[in-house]
Structures are given as C-alpha cells and as structure tokens.
C-alpha cells in the first residue's frame, strides 16, 4: 500500500466513521482489482442506510470524492459498500 493509497482510504474512513453511531465498527480495505483500487467499505449493518444516504446522496459524494482524487493521481479508484 503507497502513501497516496492510505490517504484515500483514510479519507474514506474519517468520512464513514463521523456518520455513523459506531465507528469502531468501520472498517476499510483496498483490493486492486482490473487496473482500478476497489475500496471495501464495511460497518455495522443497522448504519448502512446512514452510509448510503437518502436516494443514496451520501455513497455518491463520496464516490464523487473517490473519483476526484483519482483522477488527480492519475488512478481509478471505486468504492464498494459491503453489507
């Protein structure tokens, strides 16, 4: 894992633990996977929708962010919410 790697999913990280009412329950992992970094997101199962967000507003900013520091690295990143 590079030093770019471990601040995107930290980022990630810091982000679901602020949302949820259990974050030492948040955990995230990276697998590379076809040319992209997949990023794991796992919490407990009740704070999913807290995760996902209304219409799934909160998942898509931060795959917006995913994306966004992506395309500054010049990776392809995803993020993937585990249930």
Request: proline share 2%; hydrophobic share 40%; no cysteine.
């Amino acid at each position: 894992m590079t030093e770019q790697n471990s601040d995107v999913r930290g980022l990630i990280e810091l982000i679901a633990k602020s949302l949820v009412d259990k974050p030492e329950e948040v955990y995230v992992d990276e697998v590379p996977e076809d040319g992209e970094i997949v990023l794991e997101l796992e919490v407990a199962e009740e704070e999913n929708g807290k995760i996902i967000g209304r219409h799934g507003r909160t998942v898509k900013a931060m795959r917006t962010l995913v994306h966004a520091v992506g395309f500054r690295q010049h990776k392809r990143y995803a993020l993937e919410i585990l249930e």
